[in-house]
Structures are given as C-alpha cells and as structure tokens.
C-alpha cells in the first residue's frame, strides 16, 4: 500500500479559549500512551475532506483538552492549539485491502509521530475509488475510550449537520466527584499494608513472539451457558440473569485455569476494568478518564465446581 501524503492542516476550535487543565488521578492512572484507530468507510457517498475538517473544528469547540498539548501535568489550551490534520490519497480501491488484516503498511494509514506531544493527531486517507479511512491517534492520559467514542459521536453528527447544537454535549466539571473530602478521612490502613510479589506459574514466554487469538462463540453457545449459570445445582447457586460478558468471562477463565494447571487451593484472580460513571454517579457525558479497576479472585476448586 502506497500512501502519498498530500498535505497537512492545523485546525483548530471555532470558538478559542485558553486553559490549562491538570490531570486528575483518573488521568495519571491511566496508560501514558497514545490510542491508535482506524475508521473505514467504503462508501464512496463520505463527506468530502472539507467538511470533515469543518465538523472537526466545530466539534472541537466542545472538547477543547482535545486541541491540547501535554506539559508538566497539564493540557494546555491556547489561542495556537490546533489538531494536526495529515491528508494523503492512495492509489488502489479500498475493497482490494479489505477486510484490513494487521500488517505494517497499516500504520502508513495513521498519524506520523509529533514531537510537540499533542493530544489528538488525524489521517484523512482517500482512496481511489472514493473510500475513506480515517486514522485517529489521541492520547489516553485525556480521556477513555467512552470519552472518545462520545466525541467521535459528535464529530460525526456535526459533519452531517453543522449548524446543529449538540443534544448531549460533553460535561468537563470535575468537581463534583474529585472535591476532597472536610475533614479529611483516612478510610484505609495503608501504614499496616505489606505488598508481596505473586509466584508466577510457569514461563511467561516472550511476548514479542505472541500471537493474537480472536475465538467466535455462537449464540447457541453462550445461551447454553447462560442457562447452566442461572441452574441451580447442589454445589452452586443459580445466578439471575447472568448477562453475556459475565459468561464469557467465567468460561474463559476457567479454561485459562485449567489449561494453567493451577492447584485446587491456589488464589486465582482477574483484573477488570469497569466504567466509573454509572457506579460514581456520574454523567456518561462526562469527559475525561473514569475507569476503575476491579480484581475478582477465587480458589481454583470453587471457579471449577
């Protein structure tokens, strides 16, 4: 795949501001590191280039962190901040890379590295047939994936329809959740905590040479399990209304035990990362990072009853 680069393009909000917005505790725990997507649209009726860049520019005015750079624990918005906007053409029909296998001629489809650390960097590929694919790399310390996929929403709303004022904007008031707390209270004994270091079971092996493994359950798979996990038997309690993920979840990582060979007595637990804002009370509109992590754990004998 030849991708020509035809030029870039600071865009920046339609209605500036100036700002510095530090990164609350949500965001630090977050990965440092910059979120790679790609959107393909094999339609050859997209908008053009134009208006996707003018829906950008609109939609920027509500995400402003999204024009932003990083520096010293800060987004930092001014009257120069802008999304870098790289537009290239390639020579081919889409359909002759589709579906888009993973390969390194792929990451000429995304935005190249910027030394000026900004938080959202975008691709704009046309291909010869009309198709499009847009690449999008944002940073994670601003926001997660359902802050993200809120803004891709009302990017692509304002793309088709301009003028239009935003249903659900984006809510970036912070203080509703990260206010300390009068008096301060100290809720766990951190002073009487000794962390140690798990046994780790077998060879983790290499993980430059491992190798992606998408496995397909059919529905009639997974209502089979939803009906053995809301059976009662005589060594476990029928669940209500197990839900697919928790089924999923359960079979996989029973499986993963087993083929672990752990022993009966062993501890064996996940790491879960769950939405924040639903639990907190929070609006899903909220944008930024609020995600928190759950560790369910279990003894092997009772996961594989």
């Not at 920046?12 to 790609?38: G, W």
């Not at 962190?65 to 999304?83: F, M, T």
């Not at 990451?107 to 975008?122: F, I, K, Q, W, Y």
Request: proline fraction near 9%; aromatic fraction near 8%; hydrophobic fraction near 40%.
């Amino acid at each position: 795949m030849e991708v020509k680069h035809q030029g870039s393009t600071l865009v920046m909000p339609e209605k500036r501001t100036s700002r510095k917005i530090p990164l609350n505790i949500f965001d630090r725990k977050a990965s440092e590191l910059h979120i790679c997507v790609l959107f393909v649209y094999d339609n050859p009726g997209t908008s053009p280039n134009s208006g996707i860049i003018l829906g950008l520019s609109k939609a920027l005015s509500y995400y402003p962190q999204l024009a932003g750079h990083l520096s010293g624990g800060h987004i930092v918005i001014d009257d120069n901040s802008g999304v870098p906007v790289f537009e290239t053409t390639v020579a081919r029909k889409l359909e002759d890379f589709l579906p888009l296998e993973p390969c390194p001629s792929l990451c000429d489809l995304h935005p190249p590295p910027a030394a000026s650390n900004p938080m959202l960097m975008v691709q704009l590929n046309r291909f010869e047939c009309g198709g499009l694919v847009i690449g999008i790399c944002a940073s994670h310390w601003m926001a997660d994936g359902q802050s993200m996929s809120n803004f891709f929403l009302s990017w692509s709303q304002l793309v088709r329809s301009p003028e239009m004022e935003l249903e659900h904007p984006p809510v970036h008031d912070q203080e509703f959740f990260l206010v300390p707390r009068n008096p301060p209270v100290c809720s766990y004994p951190h002073e009487r905590i000794e962390f140690s270091d798990a046994p780790l079971v077998g060879d983790n092996g290499d993980v430059n040479t491992m190798d992606n493994l998408i496995v397909n359950y059919s529905w009639e798979f997974i209502s089979e399990l939803k009906e053995r996990a809301s059976s009662a038997t005589a060594t476990r309690p029928a669940v209500l209304k197990p839900s697919t993920f928790a089924c999923l979840l359960s079979h996989v990582w029973r499986k993963v035990s087993i083929a672990r060979g752990l022993r009966d007595d062993e501890v064996t637990r996940l790491r879960l990362l769950v939405n924040g804002r639903p639990r907190l009370g929070i609006p899903s509109e909220y944008f930024g990072n609020l995600v928190l992590d759950a560790y369910p754990s279990t003894r092997v004998k009772e996961l594989l009853k």
